[in-house]
């Protein structure tokens, strides 16, 4: 099986992840790989983004009372 790309971005964490989207919007034809099934890296699924949705309900939650 061969594949005609232009750009390969290797990991699909947050840099990987926006680096392809950026260059898919410019027009470029794109292959994201990475060895996760759910490309996002540990920030989208684990680390940063869960840590400040928490955070901004937790402010809510304080702002209401």
Do not use: W
């Amino acid at each position: 099986m061969s594949v005609k790309t232009q750009l390969v971005v290797i990991g699909g964490g947050p840099g990987g992840y926006a680096a392809a989207f950026l260059a898919a919007d410019l027009g470029m034809q794109v292959t994201l790989v990475d060895m996760e099934k759910n490309p996002g890296g540990v920030c989208l699924y684990r680390g940063c983004i869960p840590s400040k949705a928490l955070l901004h309900v937790a402010k809510l939650i304080y702002e209401a009372e």
